[in-house]
């Protein structure tokens, strides 16, 4: 028997939607995931564990991390935010870090490229082994797409350590 054929839109006030059609064209199942977390199924609503995030993870050639030397701020990555008009106000804001010596405290924090805000920022980090930190306190949010920079800064003869970050809406 053929399967069913799916076909997609994408509406910004909306959010996404998928149709699944059956083989034959007479019945047609609509799946719209909406922009608050819901899913809706045939004119049903589902709450989806009721957490949306995004995730991002940095590499830096054959390392699972990007790294960060100098006692002062430095930059280890960017990333794109689409603005809480697209996605939504974050509620949480977490990465996984760690250090290159557990005597050697490390700081990251999240930097709003087009004005300077700090968002979030951990700070006197000493962990040598990958482990998840809550970012604390999330301010300066803005509502339209802007670039962030993570940057991170350690002792001296230390190095600041980030594999991933995950923003929770």
Same mark, same amino acid.
């Given at each position: &028997?053929?399967?069913?054929?799916?076909?997609?839109?994408?509406?910004?006030?909306?959010?996404?939607?998928?149709? &699944?059609?059956?083989?034959?064209?007479?019945?047609?199942?609509?799946?719209?995931?909406?922009?608050? +977390?819901?899913?809706?199924?045939?004119?049903?609503?589902?709450?989806?564990?009721?957490?949306?995030?995004?995730?991002?993870?940095?590499?830096?050639?054959?390392?699972?991390?990007?790294?960060?030397?100098?006692?002062?701020? +430095?930059?280890?990555?960017y990333m794109?935010?689409?603005?809480?008009?697209?996605?939504? &106000?974050?509620?949480?804001?977490?990465?996984?870090?760690?250090?290159?010596?557990?005597?050697?405290?490390?700081?990251?924090?999240?930097?709003?490229?087009?004005?300077?805000?700090?968002?979030?920022?951990?700070?006197?980090?000493?962990?040598?082994?990958?482990?998840i930190h809550? &970012?604390?306190?999330?301010?300066?949010?803005?509502?339209?797409?802007?670039?962030?920079?993570?940057?991170?800064?350690?002792?001296? +003869?230390?190095?600041?350590?980030?594999?991933?970050?995950?923003?929770?809406?």
């Amino acid at each position: &028997m053929p399967a069913e054929i799916a076909s997609f839109e994408f509406n910004a006030s909306t959010g996404p939607k998928i149709f &699944m059609t059956s083989p034959d064209g007479n019945t047609t199942k609509e799946f719209y995931l909406n922009n608050d +977390g819901t899913l809706s199924i045939g004119g049903s609503l589902f709450k989806l564990n009721g957490t949306n995030s995004i995730s991002i993870s940095f590499t830096d050639k054959s390392k699972p991390y990007v790294s960060q030397n100098g006692t002062s701020y +430095g930059t280890m990555a960017y990333m794109i935010f689409s603005g809480t008009d697209v996605v939504g &106000m974050p509620t949480a804001i977490e990465i996984i870090s760690f250090g290159s010596s557990s005597n050697k405290s490390y700081n990251i924090r999240l930097v709003r490229t087009d004005n300077g805000q700090t968002i979030a920022e951990t700070s006197s980090l000493n962990n040598t082994e990958i482990a998840i930190h809550d &970012m604390g306190i999330i301010s300066n949010i803005p509502s339209t797409s802007t670039i962030f920079e993570i940057q991170g800064k350690c002792e001296n +003869g230390g190095q600041s350590r980030i594999s991933s970050l995950n923003i929770k809406f």
